[in-house]
């Protein structure tokens, strides 16, 4: 498989803390993939240093087999990166930032051909402040496909979208995929790393974690399952944390969620405890492992493989 961005033990440091700890970590042709972390976990800071954005203190970065450091400016002509929307002029025309951005590269496209691509023929003469949420990421993504780029970088496509225009977004990204283009996502939502990835790094404290298919490291887990019932105030938290295969418990007012790695043992050590204490398991659900799952497990136990 052909990498078409390389990292190689880049790092970035803000005073005293590295940001991007000493990063290795190949980004294949054709792929999309995410970038996920918490808050402050470095991921807009790798993400801008191989868009050429920032630079690292240390390490090799290169893009389409060019180095950052020498190539800056052949490398923006060949990558796409998602503008927030925030930033597009709100008093122009559609149709006028188009031919602004257009204006920024030697090779553009065919404008006709992106706004076809994403459906906004008929917005071309609306003003930008005047377009939902949804329009306007639309319209950043038509902008950053203006120099029909190899590599689209998305930070945070979907973020503030309600989930009708996030579910169009993912379509967008799909089909930029199907285009063959290389998408690098960053996103705060599991179920968008799930969905669109077909491989995710997990980034903590500015180290990579994990990176594998959101298939493999959800079975890094083990087949954890979530055994969920309600909170009838009856339970012991110590003696449920006692029973076989229960790796941790979430406690809500409402309800209950064990965290099991072997859930047969656990449903009958469960049901006989229940017994035993005199109280009744009810409106019992079991839930797979999902990203989710992964994330709060990697991120809040420093597990990973990476
Ligand atoms: N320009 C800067 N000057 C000083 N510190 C910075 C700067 N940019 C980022 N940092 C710090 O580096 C760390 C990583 O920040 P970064 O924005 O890359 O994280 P992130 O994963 O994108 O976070 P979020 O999900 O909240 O956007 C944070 O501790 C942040 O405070």
């Not at 290169?62 to 990166?81: C, F, N, P, S, Y």
Request: hydrophobic fraction near 40%; charged fraction near 25%.
């Amino acid at each position: 498989m052909k990498a078409v961005i390389q990292l190689d033990k880049v790092r970035k440091q803000y005073g005293s803390r590295a940001a991007v700890d000493d990063i290795t970590m190949d980004i294949h042709e054709g792929e999309i993939f995410g970038i996920v972390g918490p808050n402050g976990a470095g991921k807009t800071t790798l993400i801008e240093i191989i868009e050429g954005l920032r630079t690292a203190d240390s390490g090799v970065a290169t893009v389409l087999g060019m180095d950052i450091r020498k190539h800056a400016e052949e490398i923006k002509q060949r990558i796409g990166v998602l503008l927030q929307s925030s930033s597009i002029p709100e008093k122009a025309k559609v149709k006028e930032v188009f031919q602004l951005f257009a204006s920024f590269y030697k090779k553009p496209v065919d404008l006709q051909k992106v706004t076809r691509f994403l459906g906004l023929e008929d917005k071309q003469n609306e003003y930008i402040k005047s377009l939902s949420g949804g329009w306007k990421q639309r319209v950043s993504l038509a902008l950053t496909l203006i120099n029909d780029p190899a590599i689209v970088f998305l930070d945070e496509p979907s973020m503030g979208l309600d989930p009708n225009a996030r579910n169009e977004m993912w379509q967008m990204i799909l089909s930029l995929k199907q285009e063959g283009r290389t998408i690098v996502v960053t996103t705060h939502y599991m179920e968008e790393a799930e969905t669109l990835c077909d491989r995710v790094a997990l980034i903590d404290k500015g180290r990579l974690i994990a990176l594998d298919t959101p298939k493999k490291l959800i079975s890094l887990l083990g087949g954890t399952r979530r055994i969920g019932f309600k909170n009838t105030g009856h339970a012991d938290q110590e003696a449920l944390s006692k029973l076989s295969g229960v790796t941790q418990i979430e406690w809500k007012p409402d309800w209950i969620k064990l965290h099991s790695n072997d859930k047969d043992q656990t449903l009958k050590q469960l049901f006989h405890l229940a017994e035993q204490e005199n109280w009744l398991v009810s409106e019992l659900t079991l839930e797979n492992t999902s990203m989710n799952d992964v994330f709060s497990e990697m991120t809040m136990h420093g597990k990973g493989n990476g």
